[in-house]
Nanobody
Framework: VQLQASGGGLVQAGGSLRLSCAAS????????MAWHRQAPGKQRELVVR???????NYADSVKGRFTISRDYAKGTADLQMNSLKPEDTAVYYC?????????WGQGTQVTVSS
């Protein structure tokens, strides 16, 4: 499985961005996709995960502001980010699980200015 992330950029606080993750390869056997992020000097953290049954798990810090959507046939997982805050500034990484294997996409930078 290969993951390609896109959609990062610079936005003012209160603005919105949409990140896209496109998987290729054995997408039919992906059992979960997620977005993680890593801010400078901090550990990588889970933003949101979506399982094949549609169950989602959002970080408390993004609940009510971020929404993940997944197209199972296309192997995509998009992240709509609204009401962005400066503390959302980070490199965002797409992630997928297939059995016991995990896959990471390249990061995409999100910068929120105050």
């Amino acid at each position: 499985v290969q993951l390609q992330a896109s959609g990062g950029g610079l936005v003012q606080a209160g603005g919105s961005l949409r990140l896209s993750c496109a998987a290729s390869g054995s997408i039919a056997t992906i059992n979960a996709m997620a977005w993680h992020r890593q801010a400078p000097g901090k550990q990588r953290e889970l933003v949101v995960r979506i399982d094949n049954d549609g169950t989602t798990n959002y970080a408390d810090s993004v609940k009510g502001r971020f929404t993940i959507s997944r197209d199972y046939a296309k192997g995509t997982a998009d992240l709509q980010m609204n009401s962005l805050k400066p503390e959302d500034t980070a490199v965002y990484y797409c992630y997928a699980e297939r059995g016991r294997k995990t896959y990471w996409g390249q990061g995409t930078q999100v910068t929120v200015s105050s």
